[in-house]
């Protein structure tokens, strides 16, 4: 079965807080078993790679059935239900969801600061990004992470599109930038020069592997549109040119994919091809900060707990 939504995991959250105290990985691990979820399931990380899925929107659904008074917290990352928890629990819900706190005072006020945007004491300790919206499954860190893969695929988008508006040299010194910023090359100066100079039809260039240029790596660059694939025959050539120079090594690089083909034919070699499609080079660039800059950091806290420990 897929993972219930955090508010799916509220009732069953606070039915094995009625039981007695419990944490977030304890309650993780019975409520799985409970619910049938695998493996796979239960290993399952947020894009961010941060936390399990399962254990955010266990985190949520106590945060904030904590937030209306239904689950108290005893100790550091402990919790239990409350009075009023109990109370909920007798009258047999069918369900409990961001609507059903809203019915109690004091998470009406924190929900209210919350979509607002007030600046309130319980409004802050959400954190930026960690306002509530009672018409998404999604917890806080979920949306924060599924906007910012919106505007990764965006930025990916426009790389590619820029890139091809350029010309051909111009890719050959993106490649260059990004291998220099990967590691690769030496000095941006060495990479440069050995780039696009190797004089073998089938080869781009020559990169060193280290500083030391113990090692090299062969280059080839094919800026096509991305309804143009590159096929076997390209891979082919270029591993012909390798053989021909006695490489092991090689990068082959395009602004659009490779075939089916071709992707096979690289993985029984002897030789070492790595093959970087578009979408692959965009995300290198992303990652290694070439041509593109941090337009906005937004920060999500968290309590210090060690702030709070008495000597």
């Given at each position: 079965?897929?993972?219930?939504?955090?508010?799916?995991?509220?009732?069953?959250?606070?039915?094995?807080?009625?039981?007695?105290?419990?944490?977030?990985?304890?309650?993780?691990?019975?409520?799985?078993?409970?619910?049938?979820?695998?493996?796979?399931?239960?290993?399952e990380l947020l894009p961010s790679g941060r936390q399990r899925i399962f254990h955010n929107r266990i985190h949520w659904a106590k945060f904030y059935m904590t937030k209306a008074g239904l689950i108290d917290s005893p100790a550091r990352g402990r919790f239990l239900a409350s009075q009023a928890g109990k109370e909920l629990l007798a009258t047999n819900p069918v369900g409990i969801n961001v609507d059903t706190l809203k019915t109690y005072p004091a998470f009406a006020e924190f929900y209210a600061s919350s979509t607002s945007g007030?600046?309130?004491?319980?409004?802050?300790?959400?954190?930026?990004?960690?306002?509530?919206?009672?018409?998404?499954?999604?917890t806080p860190e979920e949306q924060i992470d599924a906007a910012q893969a919106v505007l990764h695929?965006?930025?990916?988008?426009?790389?590619?599109?820029?890139?091809?508006?350029?010309?051909?040299?111009?890719?050959?010194?993106?490649?260059?930038?990004?291998?220099?910023?990967?590691?690769?090359?030496?000095?941006?100066?060495?990479?440069?020069?050995r780039l696009g100079k190797s004089g073998d039809g089938g080869i781009d260039g020559v990169i060193d592997e280290d500083r030391l240029g113990l090692d090299r790596i062969y280059v080839q660059a094919k800026r096509y549109a991305s309804h143009v694939s590159v096929g076997r025959p390209e891979v082919q050539g270029f591993l012909g040119s390798l053989v021909g120079v006695g490489a092991a090594k090689g990068v082959f690089v395009t602004t659009s994919s490779f075939s089916a083909p071709a992707i096979e034919f690289v993985r029984h070699l002897p030789q070492r091809i790595v093959l970087i499609d578009g979408d692959r080079f965009a995300d290198l660039m992303i990652e290694h900060s070439v041509g593109v800059r941090i337009a906005r950091t937004v920060e999500v806290k968290r309590l210090d707990e060690d702030f709070f420990v008495e000597e």
């Open positions: 079965m897929a993972i219930p939504d955090y508010q799916s995991l509220m009732l069953p959250v606070l039915r094995l807080a009625a039981e007695g105290e419990t944490r977030v990985p304890d309650a993780a691990e019975t409520l799985a078993d409970q619910l049938g979820l695998s493996v796979k399931e239960r290993e007030a600046g309130s004491t319980d409004a802050a300790s959400v954190g930026a990004g960690e306002s509530i919206d009672a018409t998404t499954s999604a695929q965006a930025l990916k988008t426009d790389l590619l599109q820029r890139i091809l508006a350029q010309s051909p040299a111009f890719f050959e010194r993106a490649i260059v930038d990004l291998l220099v910023g990967m590691g690769y090359g030496g000095s941006h100066e060495n990479a440069a020069r």
